[in-house]
Protein backbone atom coordinates (compact mmCIF):
# COMPACT_ATOMS: atom_id res chain seq x y z
CA UNK A 1 0.00 0.00 0.00
CA UNK A 2 2.29 2.29 0.64
CA UNK A 3 5.66 2.85 -1.59
CA UNK A 4 8.53 4.47 0.54
CA UNK A 5 8.24 3.03 3.79
CA UNK A 6 6.49 -0.15 5.72
CA UNK A 7 3.35 0.48 7.93
CA UNK A 8 3.37 -1.54 11.67
CA UNK A 9 -0.09 -1.66 13.65
CA UNK A 10 0.79 -1.42 17.71
CA UNK A 11 -2.42 -1.73 18.34
CA UNK A 12 -5.72 -2.64 16.94
CA UNK A 13 -7.65 0.59 18.17
CA UNK A 14 -4.74 3.15 17.07
CA UNK A 15 -1.02 4.09 16.52
CA UNK A 16 1.65 2.57 14.03
CA UNK A 17 4.85 2.61 13.54
CA UNK A 18 6.82 3.36 10.28
CA UNK A 19 9.35 1.34 9.29
CA UNK A 20 12.07 2.47 6.85
CA UNK A 21 12.05 6.13 6.30
CA UNK A 22 14.60 8.66 7.31
CA UNK A 23 12.61 11.95 7.95
CA UNK A 24 15.01 14.61 7.48
CA UNK A 25 16.15 12.92 3.76
CA UNK A 26 12.59 12.87 2.85
CA UNK A 27 10.96 16.46 3.72
CA UNK A 28 11.27 17.87 0.04
CA UNK A 29 9.48 14.66 -1.35
CA UNK A 30 6.00 15.34 -2.20
CA UNK A 31 5.17 11.84 -2.31
CA UNK A 32 6.53 10.39 0.76
CA UNK A 33 4.84 13.60 2.60
CA UNK A 34 1.12 12.51 0.87
CA UNK A 35 2.03 8.50 2.20
CA UNK A 36 2.38 9.74 5.56
CA UNK A 37 -0.99 12.33 5.95
CA UNK A 38 -2.69 8.82 4.73
CA UNK A 39 -1.09 6.52 7.16
CA UNK A 40 -1.93 9.18 10.17
CA UNK A 41 -5.67 9.27 8.83
CA UNK A 42 -5.91 5.47 8.86
CA UNK A 43 -4.01 5.02 12.25
CA UNK A 44 -4.33 7.93 14.20
CA UNK A 45 -0.45 7.78 15.68
CA UNK A 46 2.27 7.48 13.87
CA UNK A 47 6.22 6.59 15.66
CA UNK A 48 9.41 7.06 13.71
CA UNK A 49 12.54 5.42 15.24
CA UNK A 50 15.63 6.19 15.28
CA UNK A 51 15.59 9.95 13.71
CA UNK A 52 18.40 12.67 14.06
CA UNK A 53 16.37 15.87 14.04
CA UNK A 54 17.69 19.55 14.43
CA UNK A 55 15.29 22.24 15.56
CA UNK A 56 14.74 23.53 11.87
CA UNK A 57 14.18 19.80 10.82
CA UNK A 58 11.32 19.42 13.03
CA UNK A 59 9.74 23.00 12.10
CA UNK A 60 10.21 21.73 8.53
CA UNK A 61 8.41 18.51 9.09
CA UNK A 62 5.93 20.13 10.84
CA UNK A 63 4.79 22.24 8.45
CA UNK A 64 4.11 19.14 5.33
CA UNK A 65 0.72 19.04 7.24
CA UNK A 66 0.41 23.09 7.76
CA UNK A 67 0.23 26.10 9.30
CA UNK A 68 2.36 25.88 12.82
CA UNK A 69 0.33 27.29 15.30
CA UNK A 70 1.83 29.52 18.45
CA UNK A 71 0.89 27.66 21.74
CA UNK A 72 1.88 30.36 24.42
CA UNK A 73 1.78 27.19 27.39
CA UNK A 74 4.83 25.82 26.31
CA UNK A 75 8.54 27.08 26.01
CA UNK A 76 10.08 28.00 23.09
CA UNK A 77 13.05 26.47 21.92
CA UNK A 78 15.56 29.35 21.33
CA UNK A 79 13.77 31.80 19.01
CA UNK A 80 11.05 29.86 16.79
CA UNK A 81 7.52 30.30 18.45
CA UNK A 82 6.14 27.72 16.89
CA UNK A 83 9.49 25.36 17.79
CA UNK A 84 8.44 24.15 21.64
CA UNK A 85 10.24 22.73 24.44
CA UNK A 86 8.52 20.05 26.37
CA UNK A 87 10.84 19.84 29.71
CA UNK A 88 10.75 18.61 33.19
CA UNK A 89 14.07 18.56 34.98
CA UNK A 90 14.97 15.56 37.40
CA UNK A 91 13.85 17.56 40.14
CA UNK A 92 10.52 18.58 39.43
CA UNK A 93 7.61 16.04 40.51
CA UNK A 94 4.92 17.48 38.37
CA UNK A 95 4.49 17.04 34.84
CA UNK A 96 3.00 19.00 31.73
CA UNK A 97 0.44 16.89 30.14
CA UNK A 98 -0.15 14.91 33.25
CA UNK A 99 -4.27 14.70 32.31
CA UNK A 100 -6.09 13.75 29.22
CA UNK A 101 -6.03 16.72 26.26
CA UNK A 102 -6.17 16.70 22.69
CA UNK A 103 -3.86 20.05 22.09
CA UNK A 104 -5.17 23.45 22.43
CA UNK A 105 -8.68 22.70 22.35
CA UNK A 106 -9.44 26.14 23.58
CA UNK A 107 -8.31 27.46 20.68
CA UNK A 108 -10.27 28.51 17.88
CA UNK A 109 -9.13 27.10 16.07
CA UNK A 110 -7.55 23.81 17.68
CA UNK A 111 -4.44 21.94 16.90
CA UNK A 112 -4.44 19.53 13.62
CA UNK A 113 -1.84 17.62 13.51
CA UNK A 114 1.42 17.54 16.64
CA UNK A 115 4.61 15.95 16.17
CA UNK A 116 6.75 15.84 18.87
CA UNK A 117 10.33 14.62 19.05
CA UNK A 118 12.41 13.05 21.98
CA UNK A 119 15.66 14.55 22.78
CA UNK A 120 16.34 13.20 26.42
CA UNK A 121 14.10 10.69 27.76
CA UNK A 122 13.92 8.08 30.79
CA UNK A 123 15.02 4.55 30.29
CA UNK A 124 12.15 3.46 31.49
CA UNK A 125 8.95 5.65 31.94
CA UNK A 126 7.86 8.54 30.93
CA UNK A 127 5.51 6.78 28.63
CA UNK A 128 2.84 8.78 26.15
CA UNK A 129 -1.22 7.14 26.06
CA UNK A 130 -3.44 7.97 23.17
CA UNK A 131 -7.07 7.35 22.72
CA UNK A 132 -9.09 7.11 19.87
CA UNK A 133 -12.25 8.70 20.32
CA UNK A 134 -13.90 8.00 16.87
CA UNK A 135 -13.80 4.55 18.54
CA UNK A 136 -14.90 5.36 21.52
CA UNK A 137 -18.05 7.30 19.70
CA UNK A 138 -18.85 4.54 17.55
CA UNK A 139 -19.67 2.35 20.89
CA UNK A 140 -21.80 4.63 22.54
CA UNK A 141 -25.46 3.51 22.72
CA UNK A 142 -27.63 5.35 19.92
CA UNK A 143 -29.86 6.97 23.03
CA UNK A 144 -26.06 8.44 24.06
CA UNK A 145 -25.26 9.96 20.66
CA UNK A 146 -29.20 11.14 19.89
CA UNK A 147 -28.38 13.13 23.61
CA UNK A 148 -25.29 14.39 22.73
CA UNK A 149 -26.30 15.33 18.91
CA UNK A 150 -26.44 19.14 19.05
CA UNK A 151 -24.28 19.98 22.47
CA UNK A 152 -21.92 22.38 22.42
CA UNK A 153 -18.75 22.21 25.31
CA UNK A 154 -16.32 25.08 26.62
CA UNK A 155 -13.05 24.23 26.65
CA UNK A 156 -10.63 27.03 28.17
CA UNK A 157 -6.93 27.95 28.82
CA UNK A 158 -7.60 30.27 31.10
CA UNK A 159 -9.08 27.69 34.17
CA UNK A 160 -6.41 24.86 33.39
CA UNK A 161 -3.41 27.46 33.66
CA UNK A 162 -4.48 28.79 36.56
CA UNK A 163 -4.40 24.99 37.90
CA UNK A 164 -0.93 24.79 36.28
CA UNK A 165 0.66 27.68 37.32
CA UNK A 166 0.00 26.80 41.29
CA UNK A 167 1.48 23.53 40.65
CA UNK A 168 4.38 24.76 38.52
CA UNK A 169 5.14 28.41 39.70
CA UNK A 170 8.32 28.98 38.35
CA UNK A 171 7.62 27.80 34.62
CA UNK A 172 9.43 30.76 32.47
CA UNK A 173 7.85 31.46 29.74
CA UNK A 174 4.15 31.00 29.61
CA UNK A 175 2.97 34.36 28.28
CA UNK A 176 -0.56 33.77 28.73
CA UNK A 177 -1.80 37.45 28.69
CA UNK A 178 -0.98 37.94 25.00
CA UNK A 179 -3.60 35.09 24.13
CA UNK A 180 -6.88 36.55 22.91
CA UNK A 181 -8.88 33.76 23.07
CA UNK A 182 -9.14 31.79 26.24
CA UNK A 183 -11.80 29.64 25.83
CA UNK A 184 -13.54 28.18 22.92
CA UNK A 185 -16.90 26.51 22.25
CA UNK A 186 -17.24 23.12 20.05
CA UNK A 187 -19.55 20.79 19.08
CA UNK A 188 -19.14 17.75 21.63
CA UNK A 189 -19.17 15.31 18.66
CA UNK A 190 -17.10 16.70 15.46
CA UNK A 191 -17.52 15.20 11.98
CA UNK A 192 -13.61 14.85 10.74
CA UNK A 193 -12.99 16.70 7.81
CA UNK A 194 -11.22 14.12 5.93
CA UNK A 195 -12.30 10.56 7.14
CA UNK A 196 -16.16 11.74 7.73
CA UNK A 197 -16.31 10.33 10.79
CA UNK A 198 -18.02 11.06 14.51
CA UNK A 199 -15.63 11.87 17.30
CA UNK A 200 -16.03 12.40 20.56
CA UNK A 201 -14.48 15.90 21.22
CA UNK A 202 -14.14 16.39 25.12
CA UNK A 203 -11.22 16.59 27.35
CA UNK A 204 -10.94 16.21 31.22
CA UNK A 205 -8.33 18.71 30.90
CA UNK A 206 -9.92 21.84 29.20
CA UNK A 207 -13.10 21.07 28.75
CA UNK A 208 -15.07 22.54 31.37
CA UNK A 209 -19.05 22.39 31.17
CA UNK A 210 -21.61 22.30 28.17
CA UNK A 211 -22.67 25.76 26.97
CA UNK A 212 -25.88 26.56 28.35
CA UNK A 213 -25.15 24.55 31.80
CA UNK A 214 -22.89 25.08 34.93
CA UNK A 215 -19.90 23.30 35.77
CA UNK A 216 -22.00 21.18 38.45
CA UNK A 217 -24.50 20.44 35.83
CA UNK A 218 -22.43 19.49 33.42
CA UNK A 219 -20.26 17.64 35.71
CA UNK A 220 -21.95 13.53 35.80
CA UNK A 221 -22.40 13.44 31.33
CA UNK A 222 -18.54 15.02 31.49
CA UNK A 223 -17.23 12.78 33.72
CA UNK A 224 -19.36 9.85 31.87
CA UNK A 225 -17.53 10.59 28.79
CA UNK A 226 -14.06 11.23 30.23
CA UNK A 227 -14.17 7.70 31.75
CA UNK A 228 -15.73 6.05 28.81
CA UNK A 229 -12.89 7.45 25.88
CA UNK A 230 -9.91 6.36 27.56
CA UNK A 231 -11.42 2.74 27.86
CA UNK A 232 -8.24 0.09 27.24
CA UNK A 233 -10.05 -1.09 23.85
CA UNK A 234 -9.80 2.86 22.49
CA UNK A 235 -6.18 2.97 23.53
CA UNK A 236 -2.68 2.16 22.80
CA UNK A 237 0.82 3.05 25.08
CA UNK A 238 4.17 4.58 23.42
CA UNK A 239 7.20 3.88 24.56
CA UNK A 240 10.09 6.63 23.81
CA UNK A 241 13.56 6.42 23.04
CA UNK A 242 16.13 9.38 21.76
CA UNK A 243 15.36 10.18 18.18
CA UNK A 244 11.79 8.77 18.66
CA UNK A 245 9.16 11.12 16.62
CA UNK A 246 5.67 10.93 16.77
CA UNK A 247 2.62 12.79 14.54
CA UNK A 248 -0.61 12.08 15.68
CA UNK A 249 -4.19 13.76 14.59
CA UNK A 250 -6.19 15.70 17.23
CA UNK A 251 -9.23 15.67 15.52
CA UNK A 252 -9.38 11.97 16.82
CA UNK A 253 -7.33 11.50 19.69
CA UNK A 254 -6.13 12.45 23.08
CA UNK A 255 -3.35 11.77 24.77
CA UNK A 256 -1.25 11.82 28.06
CA UNK A 257 1.95 11.44 29.62
CA UNK A 258 3.02 9.27 32.54
CA UNK A 259 4.58 10.93 35.01
CA UNK A 260 6.31 8.35 36.53
CA UNK A 261 10.06 8.72 36.24
CA UNK A 262 11.45 10.57 39.89
CA UNK A 263 14.64 12.52 39.65
CA UNK A 264 15.25 11.77 35.60
CA UNK A 265 15.26 14.67 33.07
CA UNK A 266 13.26 14.53 30.32
CA UNK A 267 13.26 16.87 27.20
CA UNK A 268 11.23 16.81 23.63
CA UNK A 269 10.68 19.41 21.02
CA UNK A 270 7.12 19.79 19.98
CA UNK A 271 5.26 21.00 16.87
CA UNK A 272 1.65 21.65 15.96
CA UNK A 273 -0.32 22.99 12.76
CA UNK A 274 -3.55 25.05 13.01
CA UNK A 275 -5.93 22.76 12.95
CA UNK A 276 -10.02 22.98 11.12
CA UNK A 277 -12.60 24.75 13.00
CA UNK A 278 -14.68 21.57 14.75
CA UNK A 279 -18.36 21.07 13.13
CA UNK A 280 -20.84 18.50 14.21
Excluded at 190 to 207: A, I, M, S
Aim: hydrophobic fraction near 40%.
Amino acid sequence: MYKHFTVEPITGALGAEILGLDVAANLDNPEVAEEIRSALFEHLVLLFRGQALERETLRHFGQLFGTLQRNPTVKKAADTDDVMLVRQEAEERFNFSGSWHSDVTWGRPPAGETALYAMDVPPCGGDTHFANTALAYDALSEEMKAMLSGLKAVHSLEVSQREFSAKKPNDADADVEDVVDLFAEHPVVCTHPVTGRKCLFVNEQFTHRFVGMSEEESCPLLETLFRHQVLPDFTCRVRWQPGTLALWDNRATIHYASNDYPNIRREMMRVSTVGDVPVA
